[in-house]
């Protein structure tokens, strides 16, 4: 499965990459640079995973899922937030598959969303 990493601040990138690419058939395929280049990417390329490490999570992310949502809807977007706060509920009624998880507290979780998502993927895909 291909990961399309986006890291609003450029702090955890590389952590981000190797605890993904440390799983099988997940793969970090690109990383973007800005909210534009995350848009431009998915229209090109339908990657399973975005993983979005945003600092305004409230700000940044409703628009930015708006219009992921009408770009890709076949791709998962796991939400790294710095505190998850209650506001941060909104954004799954943007956005179908979006999973908020807090980035230091949660960090660890990562590799075992990836593999539920990828069992939900292949279940859908199976139906």
């Given at each position: 499965?291909?990961v399309?990493l986006?890291?609003?601040?450029g702090q955890?990138t590389?952590?981000?990459?190797e605890?993904?690419?440390?799983?099988n058939?997940v793969?970090?395929?690109?990383k973007a640079?800005?909210a534009?280049d995350v848009?431009s990417?998915l229209a090109?390329?339908?990657?399973?995973?975005?993983i979005?490490?945003?600092?305004?999570?409230?700000?940044?992310?409703a628009?930015?899922?708006?219009?992921?949502?009408?770009?890709?809807t076949?791709?998962a977007?796991?939400?790294?937030?710095d505190?998850?706060?209650?506001h941060?509920?909104t954004l799954f009624?943007?956005?179908?598959?979006?999973?908020?998880l807090?980035t230091?507290?949660?960090?660890?979780?990562?590799?075992?969303?990836?593999g539920?998502?990828?069992?939900?993927t292949k279940?859908?895909?199976?139906t």
């Amino acid at each position: 499965m291909q990961v399309l990493l986006y890291d609003e601040s450029g702090q955890i990138t590389e952590q981000l990459t190797e605890l993904i690419e440390g799983n099988n058939d997940v793969r970090v395929f690109h990383k973007a640079s800005s909210a534009a280049d995350v848009l431009s990417i998915l229209a090109a390329d339908k990657p399973g995973i975005l993983i979005m490490h945003l600092q305004f999570a409230n700000r940044n992310a409703a628009t930015l899922l708006k219009n992921i949502r009408h770009i890709s809807t076949g791709t998962a977007v796991i939400l790294l937030v710095d505190v998850l706060e209650e506001h941060n509920e909104t954004l799954f009624n943007i956005h179908k598959e979006v999973y908020i998880l807090e980035t230091y507290a949660d960090f660890e979780k990562i590799p075992g969303m990836i593999g539920d998502i990828k069992r939900k993927t292949k279940r859908t895909d199976s139906t």
